[in-house]
């Protein structure tokens, strides 16, 4: 198969951090995928066509009888290949090296590595000031190297810190250049692509070009619908969608009574009259609403959503006259498939809300034109596509909207003051520049209502707790470090302008132990 781009294969063995390979790769341009050391056989590997292989790190012992080991065939394709960490380890060991374990062995976190001969290309740049920093985290080492392979750099407990077979395009590094905490690394992962011959083809621009002719290519004369949220993710996929197909995309913004201050109106001006996209605005509100009446367990509350969801949206597909194709924002850590070693099921926190469960119960099939993407890359091609800058680094919004962030029952009453203190919050937060610096801010109601003072009476009225954060991803995440001025005028604002709340919280949990959202 003929591809668009020079492509470079990452075979994983169950690092935690193989997707910041593919980060500092997509960085340089070089588009990269990752594939589970057991799923790479002969056929995907003609298939796939790799430039080049990264053998990334993992949690086995290479000399165990159980080992995963690398695809038949990977240091036969005659192409440059570099081992990290375990990947190293494997590699000696597949190529008649030895690699041990046990007491002294181990090495686990800062290192500093000594060069003892610079004169290798995948060095180039380092090593300038004697020795250089990295981040180590292996319990066995090499011991032994395989023939045709030198040392070109050591550390006090990894005498083969980095390796090469110059002759066959080998190289292979025990600590982890993938990691901020190797200061250099991004360099290495440079040196090796441009001594691999990538050209850096990976670009937005060519991602559209290329993902507009797939996309036709796939939908032929068929037809599309999608969920517009408002988010990124989807609003992109249906920009991206449209530009490639037009009128035969649909697009239904499903309005659920759980949007933010005038957030639906928003949507519709923008996608319907802005870019003339076919949208369909449904207002269900008083549908959602009475169902949530009454409802105050989180996991309740989300499935009531995510039915009725689902129900609505259909009805608005038959009403077009059904579709062949529905539209989704799914993002590459969404596809990419984790290396289990321990196995068994993990525990659900929350059900999250999707379209899920509708494709096959329509019979359409998934267009899902951002799977190759990760978030920060969906935003640049929104800005390729020409979205406003405002509405690309807007904060994550959940799809159970304002349900979720008013814990216990909900009401039309709560969820009106919930719309305002969390416009005076987010108001705050640019007006004072913090914006792009949190990846998610909102205010939350409390289920609960305390006394205040205020001029000479008493008040008895809600409490809103706002909360902020900084992530890379949402899966873990910290307490952003307001001012305590800030927060101060931040309570004043909310108290005077939101009739309905005398009182304001910081919410300081860290994820975890909480979540981000408080349901
Ligand atoms: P939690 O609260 O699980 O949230 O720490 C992590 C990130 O996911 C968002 N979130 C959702 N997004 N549907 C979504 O599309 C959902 O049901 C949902 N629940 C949580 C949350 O806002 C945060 O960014």
New binding site residues.
Partial sequence: MTHPHQRLLIIDFGSQVTQLIARRLRELKVYCEIHPFNRVDGAFLQDFAPKAVILSGGPASAYREDAPMPPAGIFDLGVPVLGICYGQQVMMHCLGGRVEGGHGTAEFGRAFVTPTDDRLALLDGWFATGTEQVWMSHGDHVSQLAPGFAVYGTSPNAPFAITADVARGFYAVQFHPEVHHTPKGAKLYENFVRLAGFTGDWTMASYREDAIAKIRAQIGDGKVICALSGGVDSSVAAVLIHEAIGDQLTCVFVDHGLMRLNEAEEVVAMFRDAYSLPLIHVDESALFLGALEGISDPEAK?KTIGRLFIEVFEKQAKAIGGADFLAQGTLYPDVIESVSFAGGPSVT??S???VGGLPEKMGMKLVEPLRELFKDEVRALGRELGLPARFIGRH?????GLA?RCPGEITREKLDILRKADAVYIDQIRKHGLYDEIW?AFATILPMKTVGVMGDGRTYDYAVAIRAVTSVD?MT?DTYPFSPEFLGETMTRIINEVKGVNRVFYDLTS?PPG???LE
């Fill in positions: 989300r926190i929350k999250h809300h999707n994550p919004f959940p799809g159970p979720i998610q949402g995440a994820k979540t981000i959202e």
